[in-house]
């Protein structure tokens, strides 16, 4: 599950991605209430778990994309824009991916995408510093101690550890 918050006065717009095991009405309203506040803007495509948006406090407005894509601002478009980068990038980068590695994969392109207007050298720079005071041994990356890293890193923006 994506959320875009669009950009604006010269910020460029910031993705939150999630994954969910179902796209079910009570699961996806959750996610949305924690992470959006009440009377924002809230559009997208006509899934039916979005429906009682509107009566949750939000203004709700959705695209039906078997008819149109947008109409005026109501689009999904910059997430739309999001999700075809990481599709091309699992497709032509990763080639294989394993469904325990989609979480990782995610953090990075969220992290690659919320910061697209830095340098590579603020990107670096970045990475390194969310790296100082952590440890992480070969046998917790490969998951034979049954230690998982955590995927906090830079802001909760990117993994700790990138495969």
């Known amino acids: 599950m994506g959320m875009l918050e669009r950009g604006s006065e010269g910020k460029p717009s910031r993705v939150r991605v999630q994954m969910v095991e179902k796209v079910r009405r009570p699961h996806l ?80 392109q969220t992290f690659r995408f919320n910061n697209r207007k830095d340098t590579d050298a603020d990107r670096f720079v970045r990475v390194l510093k969310s790296f100082s005071g952590k440890r992480l041994t070969y046998a917790q990356l490969i998951g034979e101690t049954g230690v998982v890293p955590s995927s906090a890193g830079v802001d909760g923006d990117v993994a700790s550890v990138v495969h």
């Open 29 to 108: 309203t959750e996610i949305i209430h924690a992470n959006v506040e009440k009377k924002s803007f809230v559009m997208t495509d006509a899934l039916r778990s979005y429906t009682s948006l509107g009566e949750e406090g939000f203004i709700h407005m959705a695209v039906n994309h078997a008819v149109r894509y947008a109409e005026g601002r109501n689009h999904t478009n910059g997430l739309e824009n999001f999700w075809s980068l990481m599709k091309r990038t699992l497709l032509g980068t990763y080639v294989a991916c394993e469904p325990f590695d989609l979480e990782a994969y995610l953090d990075e």
